[in-house]
């Protein structure tokens, strides 16, 4: 059951620690808050969990690509709890698995084994709608991806890669584009933002369970059916491929694309809330591995669909304002989490988690339980924040104050700390 309006179901108390001091973004992006989802007791999932809210170590991510963000909320994906739903999928696209390395930090770590860039012109998925267009791999051997760490971690907006590699990088892209890489706002329609290329990262998969889905030769979103090469192993051909198309990294803001994939990090990689965009990613905590499919995931064309009520407007619909704010500050938005039938974690194997399908000729698995929360966020939330407002009377500020003006807030800057504000309001300092 995805109806939203069953929220209130389930909720239960959540242990949670209050911040009494604001810094850096968080006094100017949408996100005023961390909803955390590390493999730790103290994470919303696991206590959820410990609530009978959810009966699986395991829930998913989706987030979907919005080009503006509205302080009342964009529609931004959605969050199951338990497992997954598979009427978030693309069609043809399977959850395909890969295994993470388990630490004492509680942060998801995977092995990346090869960066591709496809040129521009076939499309979002993994398997371009070109075959002709040529994927040049970038230099780096495995070992050097993976000599530091190929984190998944949502709360962090954008994608960094090892600088040690950046030269071979900036090299096939001026190839492929015919200008440098670069990280300086530029003005860009639809049709040159989709020539720009696509990113493909190629994960290690789970072998065994990607064979067991049965396509034939190789499932959507295998290295297998995305770079096809007779030379390669048969088990290399189950690796898992991560498409990251120009909508994902290049971010629109105040009217113009700023790239924000970087190859600059010291050591690691961090792979952010941009590559995870446009794919429904499953994390099973007991089993250790991360499922992929790939997904618009469009939770409010999922309720209409269903025929379920839809508490939000559209973006971009003469909603009167709730879906077009004055922020541009890329995506973000409404995160909707739903729930699921099925109390069963997903496996990713063949006939393993059927559940009521919507309709006859797309039937889902729905192997989650969850809640249904509205949020917002910044680019693609970069992790899943709440927001509203504190109103306070006759209260102390420092040096920022944030005044609620209507629906809006209102940024009062450099106010003295002995000043006193009556009306409704809440403080940064």
């Known amino acids: 059951d995805i109806d939203p309006d069953q929220a209130r179901e389930y909720q239960f108390e959540l242990d949670f ?46 987030f979907a690509r919005q080009p503006t963000a509205s302080r009342e909320g964009t529609e931004a994906g959605a969050f199951t709890l338990g497992g997954f739903d598979e009427r978030l999928h693309n069609e043809g696209s399977s959850v395909l698995y890969t295994p993470f390395n388990k630490n004492e930090r509680g942060i998801f770590d995977v092995d990346i084994k090869g960066i591709y860039l496809r040129k521009g012109g076939g499309g979002d998925s993994a398997l371009s709608t070109n075959a002709s267009l040529p994927i040049m791999s970038l230099g780096p051997s495995e070992a050097e991806l993976n000599s530091g760490r190929g984190l998944i971690d949502s709360g962090t907006t954008d994608t960094y890669l090892p600088r040690k590699f950046r030269a071979d990088f900036m090299r096939v892209w001026k190839e492929m584009t015919s200008v440098p890489y670069h990280h300086e706002p530029i003005d860009l329609s639809e049709e040159e933002l989709n020539r720009l290329p696509t990113v493909l990262f190629q994960l290690e998969g789970d072998t065994q369970a ?36 120009a909508s994902h990294y290049m971010e629109y803001k105040n009217g113009r694309y700023i790239n924000r994939l970087y190859v600059d990090d010291a050591f690691d990689s961090t792979l952010g809330a941009n590559f995870m965009m446009g794919h429904d990613i499953v994390f099973e905590i007991e089993t250790g591995r991360l499922g992929w499919a790939e997904s618009t995931c469009d939770y409010l064309s999922l309720l209409d669909e269903l025929g379920e009520p839809n508490p939000w407007e559209r973006p971009g619909e003469d909603d009167g ?12 938005g409404t995160n909707a989490t739903h729930k699921n039938d099925s109390k069963q974690p997903g496996n990713g194997l063949s006939g393993g988690n059927d559940s009521d399908g919507h309709d006859e000729a ?14 917002a966020a910044t680019l693609g939330i970069t992790s899943v924040a709440f927001y509203g407002k504190k109103h306070y009377d006759q209260r102390p500020f420092g040096s920022s104050q944030y005044q609620v003006a209507g629906s809006e807030l209102e940024l009062q800057e450099n106010a003295d700390p002995s000043d006193t504000f009556t009306s409704p309001s809440f403080t940064i300092t």
């Not at 067991?212 to 051909?237: C, F, Q």
């Open 362 to 375: 797309k039937s889902g698995r729905s192997t989650g339980t969850t809640i249904v929360i509205v949020v």
């Open 17 to 62: 620690i209050c911040q009494t001091r604001l810094t850096g973004l968080f006094k100017t992006q949408l996100a005023d808050g961390i909803l955390g989802l590390d493999n730790s007791k103290n994470a919303y999932w696991h206590q959820a969990m410990r609530a009978n809210i959810s009966d699986a170590s395991a829930f998913a991510l989706c």
């Open 210 to 245: 990607n064979q067991k889905l049965g396509s034939s030769p190789y499932p959507l979103g295998t290295l297998g059916s995305a770079i096809p090469d007779v030379n390669r192993s048969m088990a290399e051909n189950f690796d898992v491929v991560v498409s990251m198309p």
């Open 321 to 332: 304002g709730k879906g077009k704010g004055k922020d541009t500050s890329g995506s973000g």
